[in-house]
């Protein structure tokens, strides 16, 4: 549930192989009981995050997997999210708390003043992202929040992912960053909304406010015991897809074919965040009868037993959505899965990068770094008087496998060096390998992630 629209079939702002197979599926589907631990890893995939929140009882999450959202909006963002909910994001363990049991409970409570208040958490990691030519999926266990009726007017809990850009933007630039809504559900109606956003706002090629949307799915049970709910996004195969599960079954199919090639990469072509949270009305339930209103019922938790990222590696390109370079070991790619060494390869402002010889064989490299210059890998900017930065001095930027020695990057106030992802001015940044990192150019002005690859 994110911050902004309202419209049937959705709720707020920002919010992915053909169907599973079976082995995948019982590997990281099913009910059961509310306890049970996350899945072990399929085969051919690699888990990336977990948490099954087994902290002791009345505590708070572990802020080093989780930031809390406070207040009506992020600073600078529309206010009430985007969406019009009215409840006030808190990170009291009287709204959101580990059990004991091995479950977060996100609990809304109305005051007897009538005020509400509710509890949004995000994954601190903004980089979940498909590898070129593979896969990412996200996926969590819950109970929807045990209300139904006119006791459930208002009620709004959402399991979600935003694009990495709306980390402390305000959600600038919503829908075109890309929203995944792997579970909504409104007004107790015992069902889920999945959907993508992404274009343009209103209308666009992604029908905003609503989204391509699945429409309503009835779900039995879905509030009376837990569920497990997940999204895919496929770059192995032409089109590329979204596929949302419940319970194992695939239920709703987005192809990239649907939109234009930049709407589609904008949407998806990056990294994300999770985001689990219980709102108290807005645009989503107003479509579905309203509310909060007096019968609504305070206190109704939704309840998550674990909550999960993973990825299945890629051999390069994928179908749909634009091009692709050959992703290897060593390499450095930027979020489309473009390699240093791609001339498609379009830069966060739009410019292009042609950086040649990933494996160190071919002595000239240029690259496109903002409109109207051009950097020469050497250390020179053709527009440059002498050939230094825009800062005055000169960079040093050597193969794409990590062969070469320091490669710095100006930026301002400092350096980057995208082969050991550590700033100057942050020497213990850290060099995991699927991190993204920033290459800047050559004034500091515009930043575009690529990820390093071990």
Same mark, same amino acid.
């Given at each position: 549930m994110t911050?902004?629209?309202?419209?049937?079939?959705?709720?707020?702002?920002?919010?992915?192989?053909?169907?599973?197979? !079976?082995?995948? /599926?019982?590997?990281?589907?099913?009910?059961?009981? !509310?306890?049970?631990?996350?899945p072990p890893t399929p085969s051919g995939w690699t888990q990336q995050f977990v948490d099954?929140?087994?902290? /002791? /009882?009345?505590?708070?999450?572990?802020?080093?997997?989780?930031?809390?959202?406070?207040? %009506?909006?992020?600073?600078?963002?529309? $206010?009430?999210?985007?969406?019009?909910?009215?409840?006030?994001?808190?990170?009291?363990?009287?709204?959101?708390?580990?059990?004991? $049991?091995? =479950?977060?409970?996100?609990?809304?409570?109305?005051? !007897?003043?009538?005020?509400?208040t509710s509890g949004r958490v995000e994954t601190q990691r903004t980089d979940f992202a498909a590898p070129a030519g593979g896969k990412l999926r996200f996926e969590a266990r819950l109970q929807q929040p045990n209300v139904s009726g006119a006791a459930a007017a208002g009620y709004w809990p959402a399991f979600w992912a935003l694009g990495a850009a709306a980390r402390g933007t305000g959600a600038t630039g919503w829908p075109s960053i890309g929203?995944?809504?792997?579970?909504?559900?409104? =007004?107790?109606?015992?069902?889920?909304?999945? $959907?993508?956003?992404?274009?343009?706002?209103?209308?666009?090629?992604?029908?905003? %406010?609503?989204?391509?949307?699945?429409g309503e799915r009835a779900c039995s049970g879905c509030q009376t015991g837990f569920h497990t709910y997940?999204?895919?996004?496929?770059?192995?195969?032409?089109?590329?897809?979204?596929?949302?599960?419940?319970?194992? %079954?695939?239920?709703?199919?987005?192809?990239?074919?649907q939109v234009d090639a930049t709407t589609w990469n904008n949407a998806t072509?990056?990294?994300?965040?999770?985001?689990?949270?219980?709102?108290?009305?807005?645009?989503?339930? $107003? !479509?579905?009868?309203?509310?909060?209103?007096?019968?609504?019922?305070s206190g109704v938790p939704m309840v998550v037993d674990y909550v999960a990222a993973y990825t299945a590696a890629g051999s390069g390109g994928g179908g749909g959505g634009g091009g692709g370079g050959t992703v290897t070991s060593?390499?450095?790619?930027?979020?489309?899965?473009?390699?240093?060494?791609?001339?498609a390869a379009s830069t966060a402002n739009g410019n292009k990068i042609q950086i040649w010889g990933c494996n160190g064989t071919v002595a000239q490299k240029w690259t496109f770094v903002e409109a109207g210059?051009?950097?020469?890998?050497?250390?020179?900017?053709?527009?440059?008087?002498?050939?230094?930065?825009?800062?005055?001095?000169?960079?040093?930027?050597?193969?794409?496998?990590?062969?070469?020695?320091?490669?710095?990057?100006?930026?301002?106030?400092?350096?980057?060096n995208p082969q050991s992802n550590r700033c100057l001015d942050n020497p213990s940044a850290s060099t995991t390998a699927g991190t993204q990192v920033q290459i800047w150019d050559c004034n500091g002005s515009g930043a575009q992630k690529w990820t390093l690859h071990s």
């Open positions: 911050h902004i629209r309202s419209s049937a079939h959705r709720r707020r702002l920002p919010r992915i192989a053909l169907v599973a197979t !079976a082995v995948l /599926a019982a590997a990281l589907a099913g009910a059961g009981d !509310a306890t049970a631990a996350a099954d929140f087994n902290g /002791a /009882a009345n505590t708070g999450l572990n802020t080093a997997n989780w930031l809390y959202d406070i207040g %009506t909006g992020y600073p600078g963002g529309a $206010a009430n999210w985007g969406t019009g909910e009215v409840e006030t994001m808190t990170n009291s363990t009287q709204n959101v708390y580990q059990d004991g $049991a091995g =479950n977060l409970v996100i609990k809304p409570i109305r005051s !007897a003043s009538g005020q509400w929203e995944i809504d792997v579970m909504e559900d409104i =007004n107790g109606r015992s069902s889920e909304f999945a $959907a993508l956003h992404c274009g343009t706002n209103p209308g666009g090629p992604c029908n905003e %406010t609503t989204g391509i949307t699945s997940a999204v895919e996004q496929d770059r192995s195969v032409s089109p590329e897809q979204l596929r949302f599960y419940l319970d194992g %079954t695939n239920f709703f199919t987005v192809n990239a074919n072509h990056h990294g994300f965040f999770m985001i689990l949270n219980v709102a108290i009305g807005g645009g989503f339930p $107003a !479509a579905f009868g309203g509310g909060p209103t007096s019968a609504t019922q060593g390499s450095i790619t930027n979020a489309n899965g473009l390699c240093l060494d791609n001339n210059t051009t950097l020469h890998v050497q250390g020179k900017c053709l527009d440059i008087a002498g050939g230094g930065t825009a800062n005055g001095t000169k960079v040093q930027l050597y193969d794409c496998n990590n062969t070469g020695a320091q490669v710095w990057i100006p930026r301002n106030g400092g350096y980057y």
